[in-house]
């Protein structure tokens, strides 16, 4: 038998539609059952067998994944998942992932239609965010590799030597809010400038970042013989949900001639928003951006997107010449330029298209008010808290988090109530600290999510402190 191919189409032809409807049946029955619940030992140890020799029926190996797979998953598409800051998904995503899977086309470069796609999908955020549809940008893995993207382009825009002497000179540093996300002094990290040149800005009562500390540090760092390159401000920071103030960092950047990046991981959907859109404002101005089409905008995993307003720039701290990648004029090798000259990926799957199905079917609009009925939620979930003796609201609600604590427990305490909400499979919500103190976080990212869950979640936590207590 050669290649792989089944020898039976008739069969396999079955097999995937009845995949497909079971998939559908799923999907349309999302919210019952338990939101989590843990794997059992011996189905965990059923994964650790080893690699097989021989093959597996499709049939018997499908069986396996409804049997060990699909009820042990995170959880994130059931409206009771409120935890960190997820994406549920939704049927025109999963058909366009499974078109992609068809196509298996690899859009790193070279004169093929789906190359003109992501193009789309890049033009089409330069303009839900109001930057210039003439930048660039590509779409990646999540918001970690965007902004690790931005950190190389900032830094070679400021320094372009870097790319053939390495970091050396003058220590390079960079300042984002202490609330700004793990990803960014990771970024510094892999990008060999160092965690610690990531300054850390303290942030107002209102979790924004310190614009008088910011600019003082910058100074201080100048004085110093350092060699500033870079501000991220945030655009929905992953603890509270705040914005910073984008126009005064802005301001900054300028002032200083520094690249001038935002980190909008989930925040940048509020872009649709004409209620939100405005706590936004200069976001439009970054020279680069990162954000998830995964989180907010309800694209299956993984589709992370990075954008930067000089395309000239982010194409010089990528491009790269090589005699067997020679761009032609015409031809498969024509096209140019190519993903691969906008980032470290050369092999990158189909990811638009799931972007592009998603948008192109729900709209700018609609998208839009899914941001605002997802806020709604938040806000409901924030006066129920209020209106609640012994739960405590730690946090403004600015868009869709809510962080709130429980009087009467500790915060040790706090912890176990929460792996016990989740064993129930009432609910999701995740923790976070504010201000010292452990919080209950509830993000509402899920368009499945109602007032209806959100009011679940909440007596589940106060039924569970309830037995707590006494």
């Given at each position: 038998?050669?290649?792989?191919?089944?020898?039976?189409?008739?069969?396999?032809?079955?097999?995937?539609?009845?995949?497909?409807?079971?998939?559908?049946?799923?999907?349309?029955?999302?919210?019952?059952?338990?939101?989590?619940?843990?794997?059992?030992?011996?189905?965990?140890?059923?994964?650790?067998?080893?690699?097989?020799?021989?093959?597996?029926?499709?049939?018997?190996?499908?069986?396996?994944?409804?049997?060990?797979?699909?009820?042990?998953?995170?959880?994130?598409?059931?409206?009771?998942?409120?935890?960190?800051?997820?994406?549920?998904g939704t049927p025109v995503g999963m058909l366009a992932e499974m078109l992609a899977g068809g196509l298996n086309a690899n859009c790193g470069g070279r004169d093929h239609a789906a190359?003109?796609?992501?193009?789309?999908?890049?033009?089409?955020?330069?303009?839900?965010?109001?930057?210039?549809?003439?930048?660039?940008?590509?779409?990646?893995?999540?918001?970690?590799?965007?902004?690790?993207?931005?950190?190389?382009?900032?830094?070679?825009?400021?320094?372009?030597?870097?790319?053939?002497?390495?970091?050396?000179?003058?220590?390079?540093?960079?300042?984002?809010?202490?609330?700004?996300?793990?990803?960014?002094?990771?970024?510094?990290?892999?990008?060999?400038?160092?965690?610690?040149?990531?300054?850390?800005?303290?942030?107002?009562?209102?979790?924004?970042?310190?614009?008088?500390?910011?600019?003082?540090?910058?100074?201080?760092?100048?004085?110093?013989?350092?060699?500033?390159?870079?501000?991220?401000?945030?655009?929905?920071?992953?603890?509270?949900?705040?914005?910073?103030?984008?126009?005064?960092v802005y301001a900054v950047a300028r002032e200083f001639d520094l690249w001038f990046h935002v980190d909008a991981a989930f925040g940048a959907l509020a872009c649709l928003s004409p209620?939100?859109?405005?706590?936004?404002?200069?976001?439009?101005?970054?020279?680069?951006?990162?954000?998830?089409?995964?989180?907010?905008?309800?694209?299956?995993?993984?589709?992370?997107?990075?954008?930067?307003?000089?395309?000239?720039?982010?194409?010089?701290?990528?491009?790269?010449?090589?005699?067997?990648?020679?761009?032609?004029?015409?031809?498969?090798?024509?096209?140019?330029?190519?993903?691969?000259?906008?980032?470290?990926?050369?092999?990158?799957?189909?990811?638009?298209?799931?972007?592009?199905?998603?948008?192109?079917?729900?709209?700018?609009?609609?998208?839009?008010?899914?941001?605002?009925?997802?806020?709604?939620?938040?806000?409901?979930?924030?006066?129920?808290?209020?209106?609640?003796?012994?739960?405590?609201?730690?946090?403004?609600?600015?868009?869709?988090?809510?962080?709130?604590?429980?009087?009467?427990?500790?915060?040790?305490?706090?912890?176990?109530?929460?792996?016990?909400?989740?064993?129930?499979g009432i609910a999701a919500p995740s923790t976070t600290r504010i201000h010292g103190r452990l919080a209950i976080r509830a993000a509402i990212v899920n368009h499945r999510t109602t007032?209806?869950?959100?009011?679940?979640?909440?007596?589940?936590?106060?039924?569970?402190?309830?037995?707590?207590?006494?």
């Open positions: 038998m050669a290649g792989l191919d089944p020898e039976n189409w008739t069969n396999i032809r079955a097999a995937g539609h009845r995949m497909l409807d079971d998939l559908f049946d799923g999907m349309e029955a999302v919210g019952q059952g338990p939101v989590w619940q843990p794997m059992p030992d011996d189905i965990r140890q059923s994964f650790k067998e080893g690699l097989p020799d021989t093959g597996t029926s499709l049939e018997d190996l499908y069986a396996r994944f409804r049997r060990t797979i699909v009820p042990y998953g995170n959880g994130n598409t059931h409206p009771g998942f409120m935890g960190w800051v997820h994406g549920a190359v003109e796609v992501e193009r789309e999908v890049i033009r089409w955020a330069l303009e839900m965010v109001g930057m210039p549809v003439d930048g660039s940008g590509c779409l990646v893995t999540g918001s970690s590799m965007a902004n690790f993207i931005s950190v190389i382009t900032a830094s070679r825009a400021k320094m372009p030597e870097l790319r053939n002497r390495g970091v050396s000179g003058p220590r390079m540093v960079g300042y984002a809010a202490t609330t700004a996300h793990g990803c960014l002094p990771r970024a510094f990290d892999l990008a060999g400038f160092g965690s610690d040149s990531l300054r850390r800005v303290p942030v107002t009562a209102e979790h924004q970042m310190d614009i008088r500390a910011l600019r003082e540090m910058i100074v201080a760092d100048m004085a110093a013989g350092h060699t500033p390159f870079m501000i991220a401000g945030t655009a929905g920071t992953v603890d509270c949900g705040a914005v910073d103030d984008l126009e005064a209620t939100y859109a405005p706590l936004l404002a200069g976001i439009g101005k970054a020279d680069s951006l990162a954000f998830d089409f995964h989180k907010w905008a309800q694209v299956p995993y993984d589709a992370g997107c990075v954008l930067v307003r000089d395309r000239t720039l982010h194409a010089a701290a990528f491009t790269q010449s090589l005699d067997y990648l020679k761009r032609e004029e015409r031809g498969l090798a024509g096209n140019a330029p190519w993903f691969c000259d906008f980032g470290p990926d050369l092999s990158r799957g189909f990811r638009a298209l799931k972007v592009w199905m998603t948008l192109g079917h729900y709209g700018a609009h609609r998208m839009g008010q899914m941001v605002d009925d997802c806020c709604a939620v938040a806000r409901h979930l924030r006066d129920r808290i209020e209106a609640t003796e012994g739960l405590t609201l730690l946090a403004p609600v600015t868009l869709n988090i809510v962080c709130f604590g429980v009087d009467a427990l500790s915060d040790a305490e706090v912890s176990e109530l929460v792996q016990d909400l989740h064993e129930s007032s209806r869950d959100v009011d679940r979640m909440l007596d589940g936590v106060i039924a569970l402190c309830g037995q707590r207590v006494g």
